[in-house]
């Protein structure tokens, strides 16, 4: 499924591809949420009195979540037809592009852990004043270079190297535009 976008297509863009951050962003989030709540339920018990200090304490961990999985939604790499779009920010939008005539590499890396829950870096060089793209933490990273090359050499079917096992290997037709072929 697409995930929601901000950013406004021009005339007769289409979307390709878009794809947010893999949920191994929110364990940090998760972790701290969860030992404070274990903290809270044994010092609620241990110190009565100081309940309200604990509760505060807990308080702000749940704010932490509910902040970290507002910026994972919010953090999307959107891929069209014409360009590469980062966009993120909870309370106030960052957005680069990238032109896809001004892409000139596009690599990507996992490390073990993220091969095996299917996440990792794609890194984009550009003939831009900043010259290199990171994004970290993608899911599925391949599959995003895969689109992204494609997308450059005016092809706009799915991969050959997508995963079957991916949630958009399911119904390709409802992620990818595949325009019709003339002549």
């Not at 044994?42 to 110190?47: A, D, E, I, T």
């Amino acid at each position: 499924m697409f995930a929601k976008f901000r950013t406004v297509l021009h005339p007769g863009e289409q979307v390709l591809m878009s794809v947010r951050a893999h949920w191994i962003v929110l364990n940090k989030p998760m972790n701290v949420l969860g030992l404070h709540l274990v903290a809270a339920f044994y010092g609620s018990m241990l110190f009565p009195k100081y309940f309200l200090h604990i509760a505060g304490s807990c308080l702000f961990s749940v704010l932490y979540f509910v902040y970290a999985v507002l910026e994972r939604n919010r953090n999307i790499w959107l891929v069209t037809d014409q360009r590469v779009v980062d966009e993120s920010g909870v309370f106030s939008l960052y957005s680069k592009e990238s032109p896809l005539n001004r892409i000139n590499n596009i690599s990507y890396s996992q490390s073990l852990l993220g091969r095996l829950l299917g996440y990792g870096t794609v890194t984009i060089q550009t003939a831009a004043e900043y010259g290199e793209t990171v994004y970290r933490y993608v899911d599925n990273p391949r599959l995003l270079r895969d689109t992204i090359t494609n997308a450059i050499h005016g092809v706009f079917e799915m991969p050959a190297s997508r995963n079957e096992d991916h949630p958009l290997a399911a119904k390709p037709e409802e992620h990818w535009i595949i325009p019709e072929r003339q002549g």
